[in-house]
């Protein structure tokens, strides 16, 4: 199964809303295999945005993403990267499709509740930045066998 990132930014910390996004998580049948709060700062996110660190925006997403503890986690599913990034929605939370997490909870393309690992290889790289190995737990829930057909888990 794949492995995919997610953080729950300070804007989702902040409007409470982690129990509603983790519920949803649940509820759709993903698998959280590692999940802690952590107080991000300027040295990791230039790191995990170091494809923005040179616009003009960069420091307004330090800001905003410095402003609280952010909630990072692990899920794990067949297809989980798709998956998860369509139950997301766009970026910009006034374009995002009622029913996604963005469109349901944010106005915003920056206060935009969540990020979303977008490929199974940055994944991989995402994941251990957040990471140790022993904080990501490989088990497979008892109702596995309700989650997906028998033929979906080779």
Known sequence: MEQTLVILKPSAVERCLIGEVISRIEKRGLIICGMKMMQLDESILREHYA???DKPFFPSIVESMTASP???MCLKG???VNVFRTMTGVTNGRN????TLRGDFCM????????ASDSVENAKIEINRFF????????TPALIGYLY?????K
């Open 51 to 53: 494809h923005l660190v």
């Open 70 to 72: 952010v909630v990072v």
């Open 78 to 80: 067949v297809d989980v």
């Open 96 to 99: 995002a499709t009622p029913g």
């Open 108 to 115: 915003s393309g920056q206060a935009n509740i969540v990020h």
């Open 132 to 139: 140790k190995p022993e904080e990501i737990f490989d088990y």
């Open 149 to 153: 057909g028998t033929d979906e888990l």
